[in-house]
Nanobody, 122 residues
Framework: QVQLVESGGGSVQAGGSLRLSCTNSGYTYSRVCMGWFRQAPGKEREGVAAIYIGGSSRYYADSVKGRFTISQDNAKNTVYLQMNSLKPEDTAMYYC???????????????WGQGAQVTVSS
């Protein structure tokens, strides 16, 4: 069973940093893809970053490359999204997602968390 819980959202000024956490409180899986997505009001959901647990594949949207880093802590069953040099356009609801058959920035993930709000002010 996959149960995803996000934490770490909040408000920050432009140029600041935040770290989002996504913990799977269900069964621990050694091979699963974990992704971060975001959706701003009036915009479509977009993939931000993804990582394949059990492999070395990582994916980043062009808009966040060099600023965001996705990482994992297998002992804590947690995936992180470190966000640096934040911009007002990064403001959105951020969602954690998991899937066993697909890994990438598309929305074809089967399991989703409840979301964490990130607000960046100028």
């Amino acid at each position: 069973q996959v149960q995803l819980v996000e934490s770490g959202g909040g408000s920050v000024q432009a140029g600041g940093s935040l770290r989002l956490s996504c913990t799977n409180s269900g069964y621990t899986y050694s091979r699963v893809c974990m992704g971060w997505f975001r959706q701003a009001p009036g915009k479509e959901r977009e993939g931000v970053a993804a990582i394949y647990i059990g492999g070395s594949s990582r994916y980043y949207a062009d808009s966040v490359k060099g600023r965001f880093t996705i990482s994992q802590d297998n002992a804590k069953n947690t995936v992180y999204l470190q966000m640096n040099s934040l911009k007002p356009e990064d403001t959105a609801m951020y969602y954690c997602a998991a899937d066993f058959a697909y890994c990438g920035l598309g929305s074809r993930f089967n399991y989703w968390g409840q979301g964490a709000q990130v607000t960046v002010s100028s």
